[in-house]
């Protein structure tokens, strides 16, 4: 759990609002707070729902991944030349 001050989880808890707009004005720490306090929300019990819950945050880190990171990556070494040749 990432450590912010109580008014800014408080703020960050109440807040209606898309993340897009919210974006503009988080950092890391707390996008990661919001992410943990919405896996906290589902109220994980037993192992297998900690096991779904790292399951489900895999999945997003792969799609991530795969769909930004690595088009990301294809981008530069067009820019740049590929580091294996």
Same mark, same amino acid.
Do not use: S, W
């Given at each position: ?11 960050? !808890?109440? #807040?209606?609002?898309? &993340?897009?707009? #919210? ?8 996008? *990661? &707070?919001? $992410? =943990?306090?919405?896996? #906290?929300? =589902? %109220?994980?019990? =037993?192992?297998?729902? &900690? *096991?779904? #819950? $790292? ?7 792969? @799609?991530?991944?795969?769909? !930004?990171?690595? $088009?990301?990556?294809? %981008?530069?070494?067009? @820019? *740049?030349?590929?580091?294996? @040749?």
């Amino acid at each position: 759990m990432p450590y912010i001050t109580k008014h800014d989880r408080d703020l960050l !808890a109440g #807040l209606q609002i898309t &993340f897009e707009h #919210l974006m503009p004005v988080c950092h890391i720490g707390e996008i *990661n &707070f919001l $992410i =943990t306090d919405m896996l #906290l929300c =589902t %109220k994980p019990e =037993t192992y297998q729902d &900690f *096991n779904e #819950l $790292i399951g489900l945050l895999e999945c997003v880190k792969l @799609e991530f991944y795969r769909r !930004a990171v690595a $088009i990301y990556e294809d %981008k530069k070494k067009e @820019e *740049n030349g590929d580091v294996y @040749e």
